[in-house]
């Protein structure tokens, strides 16, 4: 129990480097990690105890998940950028001046989106285009 709160950070650190860190940073990253952590999970560096062997394996996991969410947003988001419509599933009511947060779906992207209405309006978890 004691190496749960460790692990969660671990990963934590990983999704958010993964996020801020260019792509290059990001393979060293994950690449010395998992190098390290088996080294020393194997046993070849007594001085790194096996939960810090471990932190470092679930860190190289949460870079690697985080590598792979940021690059499926980018190709959605490139996806959507270049389609000429989108179809926006609405999180609350529209109406003309309205601010409403939805779902943009394009082939198997889905990204989140903020509309400005400037006409007609739908309600809470209508499709609109």
């Not at 989108?86 to 529209?94: E, N, Y």
């Not at 007609?120 to 609109?128: C, K, N, R, S, T």
């Amino acid at each position: 129990m004691p190496l749960v709160a460790p692990a969660c950070l671990a990963y934590a650190i990983g999704l958010l480097a993964a996020r801020l860190l260019p792509a290059v940073a990001v393979t060293a990253w994950a690449a010395f990690a998992l190098a390290l952590g088996l080294v020393a999970l194997l046993g070849y560096l007594p001085r790194v105890g096996s939960g810090a062997a471990l932190c470092l394996l679930v860190s190289a996991g949460g870079l690697l998940v985080g590598t792979g969410a940021s690059r499926r947003e980018a190709t959605c988001a490139a996806s959507l950028a270049s389609a000429g419509a989108w179809r926006v599933t609405l999180d609350a009511d529209a109406m003309p001046g309205a601010l409403v947060s939805g779902r943009a779906h394009q082939a198997e992207c889905d990204s989140r989106a903020r509309l400005l209405v400037s006409a007609g309006g739908a309600g809470a978890g209508d499709d609109v285009a």
